[in-house]
């Protein structure tokens, strides 16, 4: 199984740990993850305005590029798979968007949203399948109480995102399932972590996560995974009492594995 | 040749603000056939039906094109001026250049031009026209009611009183409807029961009045004035004639773990049950499907506790085939489903309930005996939270995008009932809008607010979170206030949406009477005719047709019995006389058609026929123009152009054409 893959910026500097025990994982599922050349920032935040199409362009280009290779396109950071996800919805079928941004793209041929844009755990629950997942785990998590932060950006808009039931979803605590812990269904697990508001007013995020952690710490969770560089960083500024150390989910994943000591390389 | 009369109304300002009228007349003027041409602010008008009448005098005139509005609108109008004038009603035609031009277009070059096309073409097809004479159909003084709920009964007594036979069809085990699980009715707070009670025991005790329960509607055919329909009687497994009602069946049924329907599942009920206690009729059915005797052979034993030797496990289903004058739909409603509302937490807390679950909460005869309990411990709640608008005035396509309309009503029933028996309750109500239109709903309304001191917050809520300790954390937010607000309670109750009842659908085609995209069934006018279905025979009552209350549901209930009424107070109709002919001379004999007929109307005949001075024996095709409709589906389908559908035929249409495309 061959998948271009789509890293973004925050994967090579703050957030590397979400990108290095991903591949490492990736590696030991038997999935070639490959990255795509030249792929440029997603700008981190999907741009609303209906006449905004220089910063959809990097998201076109990394979709085109998947599409050249003929390969689904994989993504790691939640705010990534947001944006590029929602700008391939927005050139299979918005037809003034696709125009202008093709004209600017100036492709052999247009791109009309071909290609499928894939988040490393819908990789994981569709085209290798948790049951698989579970047989080649070595290092089960065991009697770990893990609760599973999805956040906002995986799940919502739904109808665009397909990534699950926005209001109730179950996808990483399958995930947590398969690698052998216990998963913990705490309400808040669909909440919004307060995004860059964290930049403005890092009070209100922090009033945000601390009712999250708590609500995790209240159904008896011991530690949260998530998708998001974002999200962690929020999180780990929660005011709250309780212990609640954060991960990305590779990382569980990489350790279930077997392969999270593994030399990089 | 014809004499034909072009008149161009000029609807006020709704078709000369956009069309050029004068040179409408103009162009019209150079048509072949056209020996008159006026037009005239109000055409329909009785000033603007006698300029036509003179015309028709003074020019005798043997055709008329009226070019106004849609003939939906006015057709009737005109054909009958023109009957008194003393021109064949179908020497009439109508140019639509309101609403297939004027009301569309902007630009007036543009939308003349339209009109004086559409003109030419009714002016070629009237140079074609014949007359044609209606014929006559008989009428079958009895009705059909679908649907047993208070909808149903009303528009049955009403037709009844009036002295016709009616049936009532319901395919649950008792009539009775949603109204028999609600408690109290708003705005006066009387019971529900008490006063549909009477109604359901007037309805079985009519002589008129005869109701099929545990029944479905199966297949109709026929047309307005003499449907025929079978009903399915479905197999009750009990006897009605020898049924007592004494309920042992019921009691020492071993099998008690079917969620009860008529208390939306909150309670469990046997496999043989009476819905509720005051049933009509008051005799149980077993539902097979969970019956042990009918899953393994073994048990029987309401067969054995029954003195009467009611039970009857051979039953079979019964057809019963009935012939109607008139239809009337009153199919009714039910909650959404909320599968698709997770963040109000319903399928994760038992305490999490909707609103009709709470009318049977609140109902003596409900699960609870009418305490007001938490459906989880049984404790008393302190902290009641109301959420409207769940799936209502819905755009996220999850819910529908119409208002309920009966949730603000009843959520403040519901509020200030619970306010009234327990003070010591805390009542929270979250609204987009507070809609309470209808005698004496927003005086009730505020006494909830201003003398019931419920709290009534603007704005909705995002999440309702089940904690640990059982409490329910509502998220939700003051749009007044400008804050987000996190609440604790005890129990928090959904404003459901309603829909049309399941199975709307299936029974709408069966009557080829249309549904909108919500599956309410669609008036024939949404103003002038609002209990007709647009198929003539088919009546409307109740919230098959759009949300209602139960005052408006009953005033509904009786216009379409006022109408039902009024067609079967005929003796006779008039029936189209757009029918399809078939050309004997032309026709093969092939079936094509009568394979493609809807209604059943063509058939075959051996016929000697003379043939160019060839007398021959042929198969040819002959239309019964009773049960013809004039869809056209067969003058399409005829592989050699031998049917033809009068006052609409192949030559008509195709004059048309060439009309416009000229």
Redesign the interface.
């Known amino acids: 199984m061959t998948y271009s893959y789509y890293p973004g910026c925050t994967l090579k500097t703050k957030a590397k740990d979400l990108d290095v025990y991903a591949r490492r994982a990736a590696i030991a599922l038997g999935i070639e993850l490959e990255e795509i050349e030249e792929w440029q920032c997603c700008g981190g935040v999907y741009p609303l305005a209906t006449d905004e199409i220089a910063s959809k362009l990097s998201s076109v280009r990394a979709l085109n590029a998947a599409k050249e290779k003929g390969q689904d396109l994989v993504t790691m950071c939640s705010a990534c798979h947001h944006v590029i996800k929602r700008v391939n919805d927005d050139m299979a079928n918005v037809s003034d968007i696709q125009m202008r941004a093709n004209n600017y793209m100036e492709l052999e041929e247009p791109y009309q949203g071909e290609t499928s844009v894939i988040h490393f755990l819908e990789l994981l629950r569709d085209k290798v399948g948790f049951d698989k997942i579970k047989e080649k785990v070595v290092n089960p998590l065991t009697g770990r109480k893990i609760g599973a932060y999805y956040g906002c950006l995986l799940l919502r808009p739904s109808k665009v995102m397909a990534f699950d039931n926005a209001e109730n979803p179950s996808i990483m605590e399958e995930f947590i399932k398969a690698i052998g812990a216990t998963p913990v269904v705490y309400p808040l697990r669909n909440e919004c972590c307060g995004g860059y508001i964290s930049l403005k007013e890092e009070e209100r995020t922090q009033d945000m996560v601390t009712k999250i952690v708590e609500s995790a710490g209240g159904a008896q969770a011991e530690s949260l995974i998530t998708a998001c560089p974002l999200c962690l960083y929020n999180l780990n500024k929660n005011n709250s009492k309780v212990d609640m150390p954060v991960y990305y989910f590779t990382e569980l994943l990489a350790e279930a594995l077997g392969v999270k000591e593994e030399v990089e390389g | 040749m014809q004499r034909i009369g072009v008149f161009v109304c000029h609807c006020g300002s709704n078709i000369a603000a956009t069309v050029d009228v004068e040179k409408v007349v103009e162009y019209a003027k150079l048509e072949p056939g056209v020996v008159h041409a006026e037009d005239y602010q109000y055409m329909c008008s009785e000033a603007g039906q006698m300029k036509i009448a003179e015309a028709v005098k003074d020019k005798n005139l043997t055709g008329i094109v009226v070019c106004s509005c849609s003939p939906r609108m006015h057709e009737t109008t005109f054909r009958n001026a023109a009957k008194r004038a003393g021109i064949n009603p179908y020497m009439v035609e109508i140019a639509n250049i309101r609403e297939h031009c004027s009301w569309i277009h902007k630009d007036i070059e543009e939308g003349t031009e339209k009109a004086v096309i559409l003109a030419r073409a009714a002016i070629a097809k009237v140079n074609l026209n014949a007359p044609l004479e209606p014929g006559e159909s008989r009428v079958t003084k009895r009705a059909l009611v679908i649907g047993g709920g208070i909808a149903g009964i009303q528009t049955a007594l009403d037709i009844a009183d009036a002295g016709y036979e009616v049936d009532i069809v319901e395919k649950t085990p008792s009539i009775g409807g949603r109204m028999s699980q609600l408690d109290k009715t708003f705005p006066t707070l009387d019971c529900s029961a008490c006063i549909l009670t009477p109604k359901m025991v007037e309805a079985a005790a009519h002589e008129k009045v005869n109701i099929y329960t545990y029944s479905e509607v199966d297949k109709v055919s026929g047309f307005v004035g003499d449907f025929t329909v079978d009903i399915k009687k479905k197999a009750r497994s009990v006897d009605m004639d020898k049924c007592t009602g004494c309920g042992v069946c019921s009691e020492k049924c071993p099998m008690k773990k079917t969620p009860s329907e008529f208390n939306r599942g909150l309670e469990n009920r046997s496999a043989i049950y009476t819905p509720f206690a005051q049933a009509i009729p008051n005799v149980p059915v077993i539902d097979r499907e969970n019956c042990i005797m009918f899953k393994t052979g073994k048990c029987g034993v309401c067969s054995k506790v029954c003195q009467a030797g009611a039970i009857d496990y051979e039953q079979q289903d019964e057809i019963i085939t009935e012939n109607y004058g008139a239809i009337v739909v009153a199919t009714g409603f039910d909650t959404i489903k909320l599968d ?4 109000y ?1 319903y ?2 807390s038992k305490d999490v309930i909707t609103s009709l679950e709470l009318e049977r909460v609140m109902n003596a005869a409900g699960p609870t005996k009418g305490h007001l309990e938490r459906l989880s411990d049984g404790k008393a709640p302190k902290e009641i939270v109301f959420i409207q608008c769940v799936g209502s005035r819905d755009v996220t ?1 999850r819910g529908k995008e119409y208002c309920s309309k009966i949730c603000c009503m009843y959520t403040a029933k519901h509020a200030m009932l619970i306010r009234d028996k327990y003070p010591d309750v805390n009542v929270t109500v979250f609204y987009i809008d507070v809609r309470t239109p209808g005698k004496n709903f927003d005086e009730f309304y505020r006494r909830a607010v201003e003398e019931y001191q419920v709290n009534y917050i603007k704005g909705q809520v995002g ?1 309702v ?4 300790d059982g409490k329910l ?1 509502v998220q939700g937010v003051d749009l007044l206030d400008n804050r987000q607000i996190l609440k604790e309670a005890d129990m928090v109750v959904l404003a459901t949406a309603i829909e049309p009842e399941a199975g709307v659908r299936k029974i709408a085609t069966m009557l080829t009477a249309s549904i909108d995209t919500n599956d309410f069934l669609t008036e024939a006018h949404p103003k002038l005719r609002p209990v007709e279905s647009p198929t003539a025979g088919v009546f409307l009552s109740g919230v098959c047709q759009g949300p209602k209350d139960i005052p408006e549901t009953v005033a509904q209930a009786g216009a379409a019995a006022v109408k039902a009424i009024g067609l079967l107070a005929k003796d006779k109709l008039m029936t189209n006389p757009c029918t399809a002919k078939a050309d004997e001379l032309l026709c093969n004999g092939c079936s094509t058609c009568a394979n493609v007929c809807p209604y059943g109307a063509i058939t075959y005949e051996e016929k000697e026929i003379n043939d160019h001075g060839i007398r021959e024996n042929r198969r040819v095709a002959a239309v019964n123009t009773a049960l013809c409709q004039g869809c056209g589906a067969c003058t399409v389908t005829c592989p050699s152009g031998a049917m033809d559908l009068q006052g609409f035929s192949n030559r008509q249409i195709l004059a048309e054409v060439d009309a416009i495309c000229r």
């Open positions: 698709d509302f997770d963040e937490a399928n994760q396509c999440k979170m089940p904690q640990a954390l």
